[in-house]
């Protein structure tokens, strides 16, 4: 497959492997509503951030949108979008690297960009996700009427759209737009409700669907050239029979088949989005200048309906979804009103001034945006965090601070690269593919001594919880011998130094 080539390319497809394991403090002060909820904001880094959620969120999320800086050359308040193009590609092929490892394998990553970098985020979005995992690039008419400033004005950005897994992926249906269900009528007065009717014929030739059709209205009728009926005969005589054929008003018409209002479970989507359906940056402006007044907005918002329209098709209630350039918040702000469970990250003070500023109004009942059509009445919560101290230091040594369940999340990913979901309460950390995986560490056998309980010893192993089969056990050191060990089926790890810092 063709690769994209660019001056430090080897330096940026090695540079997730160096980011550092950071922690993620929670800030109660920040935080807004439910105490319980899952739903996160992250101030930092988005690099360090997403390397910090692998050991939690790791093919859990499963709807990835962002809208990444667009390399315009332009200046912002909030963002330097002045990237050179080399200087660009860095900045985004680690960041896709961790975002697939975040995606579930039947989740989408929706990416939304302009004719600037477009055509080379295809290409290394085709490396990092696969090429057989794109599924579409979507044009948004982002604009209401042409620049007259310039001769060819861009009427449209992109939203590239690939799977972790497109043999899995189940996109959902829209519901009818109202100029859709107008198409709707009744005018033979079907008990059954409006309907429209299609064409009764299929491209090709069939033997068993070459028969004649007789009208109620007595005119006669073959397939036409090329082409035969849309069904078998005993198929059509079962739809004749329950008036769900239609030969027009006079009985005499080709024949066609009723489709019911009634039973329509939605129409798929297409790769043009017309602004008339999911908003234009007009209407994403007025949202935002009304939520924080014109002196305080932020440059570059999306309007609410397109990103609807995007989790409209990739998710269902209560799925995860994640943001890692959040902006004004305008992702997570909408996944709260549709009741998705969403992570949103952002550097910089407008985490604060914007993203929570905002998702408090939401929280709290604001009407803007999408809320009259999803039925918004407030209500949820978010937990605010903070990137806070890598788990290893330079030299590959445990942070003194970090506690056992961070470790633990830690060493349960590196070894089986699945999110941890135990409760840090317990030396055993699960078992994944048979095996299971322990930690002696910090006081978590109850010795509260300096290193209390992290040496792996005889009555040690006879107080940990029971597996039949092969262990993984870490710990400061081991008094076993290799017998031993070897009868037990135990591998010994020693911390730290058997543990991936990276």
Request: net charge negative; aromatic share 10%; with cysteine.
């Amino acid at each position: 497959m063709p690769i994209l080539h660019w001056l430090n390319r080897e330096e940026s497809i090695k540079e997730t492997a160096r980011v550092p394991y950071r922690l993620l403090k929670a800030d109660p002060k920040l935080s807004y509503g439910d105490e319980s909820s899952e739903n996160m904001l992250i101030q930092g880094d988005n690099l360090d951030a997403l390397k910090a959620l692998l050991p939690y969120y790791a093919g859990k999320v499963k709807c990835i949108f962002i809208d990444p800086p667009y390399n315009t050359k332009s200046a912002f308040e909030h963002y330097d979008d002045n990237l050179e193009h080399t200087k660009w590609l860095e900045m985004m092929y680690p960041r896709l690297e961790l975002l697939r490892e975040l995606l579930s394998e039947d989740g989408s990553i929706w990416v939304t960009i302009d004719d600037n970098e477009a055509h080379y985020l295809k290409v290394i979005m085709d490396e990092i996700f696969g090429r057989k995992n794109f599924v579409a690039n979507v044009l948004w008419q982002k604009r209401t009427s042409p620049d007259a400033r310039i001769q060819l004005g861009a009427a449209h950005d992109h939203v590239i759209v690939y799977g972790k897994d497109t043999q899995k992926i189940t996109f959902n249906k829209l519901n009818l737009s109202q100029d859709q269900a107008k198409n709707y009528k009744n005018p033979d007065n079907d008990p059954n409700g409006p309907w429209v009717s299609t064409d009764f014929t299929a491209q090709g030739w069939r033997p068993n669907q070459m028969y004649k059709i007789v009208t109620p209205g007595g005119a006669e009728y073959e397939p036409p050239p090329g082409r035969c009926w849309g069904n078998i005969e005993p198929e059509f005589k079962r739809l004749l029979s329950e008036d769900r054929m239609w030969f027009g008003k006079d009985g005499k018409g080709r024949p066609r088949v009723k489709n019911y209002l009634s039973e329509n479970s939605g129409v798929s989507s297409w790769t043009w989005w017309v602004n008339g359906e999911v908003g234009h940056n007009q209407e994403a402006k007025k949202e935002i200048n009304t939520l924080f007044g014109a002196d305080n907005a932020f440059d570059t918002p999306k309007p609410e309906r397109l990103i609807q329209r995007s989790l409209q098709i990739a998710t269902d209630e209560n799925d995860l979804v994640l943001d890692s350039f959040l902006g004004s918040g305008t992702t997570s702000a909408v996944a709260h009103k549709m009741n998705r469970r969403y992570i949103g990250i952002e550097m910089g003070e407008h985490a604060k001034t914007h993203c929570a500023a905002r998702l408090q109004k939401v929280i709290d009942g604001e009407q803007g945006g999408i809320s009259k059509d999803v039925n918004w009445q407030g209500g949820g919560g978010f937990r605010f965090y903070h990137l806070g101290e890598a788990i290893f230091d330079e030299d590959g040594h445990i942070n003194p601070d970090i506690k056992f369940p961070h470790l633990a999340a830690h060493i349960w990913f590196s070894e089986t690269r699945t999110p941890y979901t135990g409760k840090g309460n317990s030396p055993l950390l699960g078992i994944h593919n048979g095996v299971a995986y322990y930690l002696l560490y910090n006081g978590i056998l109850g010795d509260k001594r300096v290193n209390g309980g992290n040496v792996l010893t005889s009555k040690i192993l006879d107080g940990l919880p029971e597996h039949p089969g092969p262990k993984v056990i870490y710990g400061e050191t081991s008094r076993l011998g290799p017998a031993r060990l070897l009868e037990g089926q135990i591998t010994f790890k020693q911390t730290p130094y058997d543990i991936k810092a990276r």
